[in-house]
């Protein structure tokens, strides 16, 4: 009797959504690599990565001396280095920054391909495209740190306090930057110290949303995830601790 061929079985959600989020970083996907394989499997040489919150922090602030004391290396740009990570990636930390052009991730602290998955919104303001991206370094590609990065003179920052003041409205999508950092504002300040002290309090309030979230939770809980709060210094170019 002829056995029946068998049916395929059918993609688990996290093939799919490996495979979607495969293609939608990359474009097009390297022709005879599985979608599963271009995302997850890390390149050889980059095996010795941070594994740890504490060694991800450690990385961290090692790459943000050189930064600020003028001693960049620029690494892992070498073409050996590209070619690897057409296989995959294994970054051992996300940074969840501003958009604010003078705080690039990758520079401040001194890393190169592969190294960071970074997220940027204004003010570090989260909605579920951001919770989603920092969701999927967390639980599909191990990532031990989260890292919510705030800054000097945060231009969504200063808006937020000044829209709270005035009661102006801000313009067009602007206004929903605002309002969410609205509960962060330090009323027992006044002027730029209020702005100061808000940039600080709205990492605060960003890494408690997180450290809320079940999924994450769970991660340090397990020992497995960090999720910490700084903030840089555009004067110094100093990141530091933000508890």
């Known amino acids: 009797m002829t056995r029946p061929a068998q049916i395929p079985a059918a993609p688990t959600r996290r093939t799919l959504l490996r495979a979607s989020a495969a293609t939608a970083a990359g474009g ?15 390149p050889a040489e980059r095996l010795s990565r941070p594994a740890t919150p504490a060694a991800a922090l450690a990385a961290l602030s ?26 995959g990636q294994s970054p051992f930390a996300l940074i969840l920054g501003c958009i604010d052009s003078r705080v690039p991730p ?6 190169g391909l592969g190294d960071l998955m970074t997220v940027r919104s204004a ?4 909605d579920e495209a951001v919770l989603g991206s920092i969701a999927y370094g967390v639980l599909e ?15 969504a920052v200063a808006a ?38 808000t940039v600080s309090a709205q990492v605060r309030l960003t890494r408690s949303r997180l450290a809320a979230e079940a999924d994450l939770a769970a991660k340090v809980a397990a020992g497995e995830l960090e999720i910490a709060g700084a903030r840089y210094e555009l004067s110094t170019q100093r990141v530091h601790r933000v508890g």
Do not use: M
């Open 160 to 197: 937020a306090v000044h829209a709270e003041e005035t009661g102006e409205r801000l313009p067009a999508h602007i206004q929903y930057v605002a309002d969410q950092i609205k509960p962060a504002i330090v009323h027992a300040q006044h002027g730029e110290a209020r702005v100061d002290a």
């Open 62 to 87: 090692a790459g943000n001396h050189r930064w600020r004391t003028y001693h960049q290396q620029h690494p892992h740009e070498a073409r050996s280095l590209r070619r690897s990570l057409v296989s």
């Open 141 to 155: 590609l191990g990532i031990p740190l989260v890292l919510v990065l705030g800054h000097q003179s945060c231009g």
């Open 123 to 126: 003010g570090e303001v989260l």
């Open 28 to 42: 097009v996907l390297v022709a005879g690599a599985s979608p599963v394989g271009a995302v997850t499997r890390p």
């Open 106 to 111: 990758e520079l401040v602290f001194d890393q």
